[in-house]
């Protein structure tokens, strides 16, 4: 959210940007009615170039905050005005938020921000340590800590960055290089939260949810396409994300051979290279999981 007012700043230095959370829109709300100030409420939230408002479950089952809202949003798009919100979920899916305000929020682009991947993490940790050792030119780091960090703590970017501020924190107060002995003393909370281990039951679970399945389907004898693809790819998601043998896979998908493993494992990784859709899927499934 920020970075789109900074972008949007930097294309057009007159914005009015206003960014608020959802629940200080309430707040807000409810001060005007309280003290007979809706001309001003009205005047601040009418008038900006662009309104991000986050967190906007948080108005949820709020009738007369959402009433308000409403009218907010249809006075600014009538002026040609910009709007940005986020939520925890799609617009669809916030129990308690009225249909009117679910349509109009389905009515812009709705984009699905995805947990960090690999790459975008190193690059975040890359730019923060620079910034450390800028404030800290006595710490020194060595290569590959910034690699294995990426790599074990994959939750939040928040935490990540915490992570790095406390390294070197800490190195910098015991007089000691930044190495995999000090990560491991110093994060162990950390990163011992970060180990959580991906099951069998869990993928079952999870794929059976998300293509409305039962989880019973994944391990039947059933061979419909509507369930042979989904037990394929979960079977592909175990080997990936579990150390399990084929065989035990096998065995917990119904007691199938490992050949039947071996199978689906291939036959997911030609998809991938060809059909976007089946590549898409199993990398939201793989984040899902990892998360």
Not at 200 to 210: G, Y
Not at 257 to 277: G, N, P
Request: proline share 1%; charged share 30%.
């Amino acid at each position: 959210m920020h970075a789109i007012a900074w972008s949007t700043k930097e294309k057009n230095k007159r914005a009015r940007i206003l960014y608020l959370s959802a629940e200080q829109f309430m707040y807000r709300f409810v001060q005007a009615l309280r003290f007979k100030d809706m001309h001003a409420f009205k005047k601040l939230f009418r008038s900006v170039d662009v309104l991000m408002v986050d967190d906007v479950q948080f108005i949820a089952g709020k009738d007369s905050t959402q009433d308000e809202f409403f009218h907010t949003f249809n006075a600014l798009i009538e002026q040609g005005k910009q709007i940005v919100i986020s939520a925890d979920r799609a617009p669809g899916e916030i129990d308690g938020l009225e249909e009117r305000i679910k349509s109009r929020l389905a009515w812009g682009l709705v984009v699905d921000v995805h947990p960090t991947d690999y790459e975008l993490r190193l690059g975040i940790l890359q730019a923060k340590a620079e910034i450390q050792m800028e404030l800290n030119r006595d710490v020194k780091i060595d290569e590959g800590i910034l690699e294995y960090l990426a790599h074990k703590i994959s939750s939040n970017v928040r935490v990540l960055e915490g992570a790095l501020t406390r390294l070197f924190a800490f190195a910098s107060l015991v007089g000691k290089e930044i190495n995999i002995d000090l990560v491991q003393e110093c994060l162990s909370d950390i990163l011992r939260t970060s180990e959580r281990k991906v099951t069998i039951e869990e993928i079952i679970r999870k794929v059976a949810e998300h293509y409305n399945l039962r989880m019973t389907d994944l391990i039947s004898a059933r061979r419909a396409r509507v369930v042979a693809r989904p037990r394929q790819i979960a079977m592909f998601l175990s080997k990936s994300l579990t150390s399990k043998s084929l065989p035990e896979i096998g065995r917990k998908f119904g007691g199938r051979d490992h050949t039947t493993v071996i199978h689906a494992v291939k036959k997911i990784e030609e998809l991938k290279l060809v059909d976007v859709q089946v590549a898409d899927e199993v990398e939201i499934l793989r984040r899902t999981l990892e998360a």
